[in-house]
């Protein structure tokens, strides 16, 4: 485990071992027989790409997904060489650069597979390529319809070579799973007639984390677990069907305290004026680093394994925490944002309820100035 580090006292400390647990959660649901891309976009959805990344293919995940090119770039840098699928689109002057880091691209159009194809023959490589079906998301995608003809075009490509055929899902968490099962039998349907008239031995997969938990007829050669390998669920009924770990705690230290008089106005535009005489704590974080200004006056810490309110407007790099019932909090505490003190827990859901959103934005937003402290080992 890496020390504290030094300056403001505010961290996120990221347990690999948790991590590890949660990946060998999703290859106990799928088998042995169905691969795993971990997907690791958004800097691991908060977590640290980089030290994430390492320890899932240590752990035996056979694949990663990114979003982005530059995602990709970091972590060939750290020395990761395994197969990398990114999920957006490579735009024209990214071309060459994805072509060079030897990932596999999303496509979606002639132009693409032109572009691709010309790198690829001026660099001497070959790249693998996933197309993606548009079965109901409404945003990237050819028509299901199109995948035959569109695969069929990849033959005078010399340099490209059909790696994967998927689709997004636009509810896979929910009860109904009509509108999943339309959307698979889509793409497994265009996937069929692909195969009638192609030799490529290319992947199908669908699956989220909700798909990986709740739709098994969606496995089909990978799975694209995302937000369940970070120990968070989907929906909080699905706790029931998989035993996961979270893998983040996010914590700061009181600051300062002061003893203020009732009628005292705290913060940016005195939201909050005390009813009594408080004791009133400041922590050195704010919606800079991602702890949103919606929790004003309605979210929670822990500190000494108790819940304290957040008073007054969340600022910039601070808030304040009314410690009143705490007679023994002092300057230094640790404070638990998201994460365990005791017996307590504030979890991502729990703040996501508050701000009517979900559990990904509130670890995703944590911003790059907060330290991650890795636990565990990544090999």
């Known amino acids: 485990?890496?020390?504290?580090?030094?300056?403001?006292?505010?961290?996120?400390?990221?347990?690999?071992?948790?991590?590890?647990?949660?990946?060998?959660?999703?290859?106990?649901?799928?088998?042995?027989?169905?691969?795993?891309?971990?997907?690791?976009?958004?800097?691991?959805?908060?977590?640290?790409?980089?030290?994430?990344?390492?320890?899932?293919?240590?752990?035996?995940?056979?694949?990663?997904?990114?979003?982005?090119?530059?995602?990709?770039?970091?972590?060939?840098?750290?020395g990761i060489k395994q197969t990398m699928v990114i999920f957006g689109l490579v735009q024209a002057h990214e071309v060459k650069r994805a072509v060079k880091l030897n990932v596999q691209p999303t496509v979606v159009s002639q132009k693409q597979l032109r572009?691709?194809?010309?790198?690829?023959?001026?660099?001497?490589?070959?790249?693998?390529?996933?197309?993606?079906?548009?079965?109901?998301?409404?945003r990237i995608g050819i028509q299901p319809a199109a995948a035959k003809s569109f695969v069929a075009g990849l033959k005078k490509y010399s340099h490209l070579t059909l790696g994967g055929m998927f689709t997004h899902f636009a509810q896979a968490d929910g009860r109904d799973r009509k509108l999943l099962g339309r959307q698979m039998q889509r793409l497994q349907q265009a996937a069929a007639e692909v195969r009638k008239n192609t030799k490529a031995a290319f992947r199908v997969h669908a699956a989220n984390s909700a798909a990986v938990m709740n739709t098994p007829d969606s496995h089909a050669d990978m799975v694209r677990p995302g937000l369940m390998l970070y120990g968070l669920y989907p929906a909080r009924r699905f706790a029931s069907r998989v035993d996961l770990k979270p893998v983040l705690q996010w914590k700061t230290r009181i600051i300062q305290l002061k003893t203020v008089p009732a009628g005292t106005g705290l913060s940016y535009g005195h939201t909050f004026i005390t009813r009594r005489k408080s004791r009133i704590a400041t922590l050195p974080v704010g919606y800079a680093d991602g702890f949103s200004r919606l929790l004003s006056n309605q979210g929670h810490v822990l500190i000494r394994g108790k819940r304290c309110p957040v008073v007054g407007r969340v600022c910039m790099?601070?808030?304040?925490?009314?410690?009143?019932?705490?007679?023994?909090?002092?300057?230094?505490?640790?404070?638990?944002?998201?994460?365990?003190?005791?017996?307590?827990?504030?979890?991502?859901?729990?703040?996501?309820?508050?701000?009517?959103?979900?559990?990904?934005?509130?670890?995703?937003?944590?911003?790059?100035?907060?330290?991650?402290?890795?636990?565990?080992?990544?090999?």
Not at 328 to 333: F, R
Not at 360 to 377: A, D, F, H, L, W
């Open 317 to 379: 790099d601070m808030c304040l925490v009314d410690v009143t019932r705490l007679n023994q909090a002092a300057e230094g505490d640790e404070v638990v944002l998201i994460g365990r003190q005791g017996q307590v827990r504030i979890s991502a859901d729990d703040q996501a309820d508050l701000l009517d959103t979900i559990s990904y934005e509130i670890t995703c937003v944590i911003g790059n100035r907060v330290p991650r402290i890795i636990q565990g080992e990544t090999k």
């Open 1 to 78: 485990m890496k020390s504290l580090p030094l300056g403001r006292p505010t961290w996120v400390t990221i347990d690999l071992r948790a991590l590890k647990w949660n990946l060998c959660q999703v290859r106990r649901m799928v088998g042995k027989n169905v691969e795993i891309l971990a997907v690791v976009k958004a800097n691991a959805y908060g977590h640290g790409a980089v030290a994430c990344s390492h320890a899932l293919l240590a752990a035996g995940a056979d694949a990663l997904g990114v979003a982005t090119v530059e995602e990709a770039e970091e972590l060939r840098l750290s």
């Open 115 to 138: 572009m691709l194809n010309k790198a690829a023959q001026q660099l001497g490589k070959k790249v693998v390529v996933h197309l993606k079906l548009d079965t109901g998301m409404g």
